[in-house]
Every structure is written in C-alpha cells, then in structure tokens.
C-alpha cells in the first residue's frame, strides 16, 4: 500500500491508519527535503558567484530558472518515455533538486526589490522575460529529448 496515493478517505484520528500514512510518505518528504536542500544550495552558490547589485537585472536567478526549467524538460521526458525509475527519483530530483534549484520567491523578491528601487520598467521586464524563458526553454528541451530519443530508436 505505500505505493498507492493519499487517500481522502484516510481517518487520522485512527492510529492505524495515520502509520499507514507516515510510513508510505515519509520516504517521498525525506527525498523531497533533501533534494530541496541541494537544489536550494546550488542556487544559493550560483547567487554568490554572481551577485546582483541593488536596482540591476538579476541576470542570475534568470539563467538558473531558465536552465532548471530546461533539465526539467529533459528530466520529465526521460523519466515518462525511457526509463523506469525508482518511486524516490522523481520527487528527489524533480520536485527536490530542481525545485530547490528553480525558484519562484526569489523571482517574486527581485521584482519587488526592482518596484521598490524606482525601477519598475526593469521588474516588468524581469517578470515577462523569466515567464517567457523557462516555458520555451522546457518546451524546447521536451522536445529536443523527444527527437534524440525517437533518432536513438530508429538507428
């Protein structure tokens, strides 16, 4: 039964069943936390190799989004149509390592420091430019994995 979803229907109240509970999601939050982290810490380490100064584009956070949304693309592809993976890797790497490594807070935070510093124009900017760059960049690494694979399957 660990496999299975939450189930609505799940009493918590009966100590049986909030057991049944911990015991199937617990390995799915721990993955999940410690994905986090690694993701967290890598986007934590890129901000400090390039920092962004007070009222400047954050160039940074705009690159990180829009190459995490990209491994998110191939990640999801891979994961869907090649291989058969362990339950954890999917909310370790995909919800863990690259949502910790994606970020929106940090987004909503730069355009709101961009407003606050008379720079509206810029945080407008930011905010139409992140949207648009990580769709197309997961819809193009989706696609591009899906061509090398079909191209690998055919030789």
């Given at each position: 039964?660990?496999?299975?979803?939450?189930?609505?229907?799940?009493?918590?109240?009966?100590?049986?069943?909030?057991?049944?509970?911990?015991?199937?999601?617990?390995?799915?939050?721990?993955?999940?936390?410690?994905?986090?982290?690694?993701?967290?810490?890598?986007?934590?380490?890129?901000?400090?190799?390039?920092?962004?100064?007070?009222?400047?584009?954050?160039?940074?956070?705009?690159?990180?989004?829009?190459?995490?949304?990209?491994?998110?693309?191939?990640?999801?592809?891979?994961?869907?149509?090649?291989w058969a993976a362990h339950r954890l890797v999917r909310p370790f790497f995909g919800t863990g390592v690259?949502?910790?490594?994606?970020?929106?807070?940090?987004?909503?935070?730069?355009?709101?420091?961009?407003?606050?510093?008379?720079?509206?124009?810029?945080?407008?900017?930011?905010?139409?430019?992140?949207?648009?760059?990580?769709?197309?960049?997961?819809?193009?690494?989706?696609?591009?994995?899906?061509r090398v694979i079909e191209w690998r399957e055919q030789r």
């Open positions: 039964m660990p496999n299975e979803p939450v189930d609505s229907d799940v009493d918590l109240h009966v100590p049986a069943q909030r057991r049944e509970l911990r015991r199937g999601q617990a390995p799915v939050v721990a993955a999940v936390a410690l994905g986090g982290g690694i993701g967290a810490s890598a986007r934590y380490g890129a901000s400090l190799l390039w920092p962004t100064t007070a009222g400047a584009f954050p160039w940074t956070i705009l690159i990180v989004n829009t190459i995490g949304c990209a491994i998110i693309g191939v990640f999801m592809v891979v994961i869907t149509d090649v690259l949502g910790g490594f994606t970020t929106f807070s940090t987004y909503a935070v730069d355009i709101q420091h961009l407003v606050e510093d008379g720079e509206a124009r810029t945080g407008l900017a930011y905010l139409a430019l992140t949207l648009l760059a990580a769709l197309a960049s997961v819809w193009t690494a989706a696609n591009l994995t899906r």
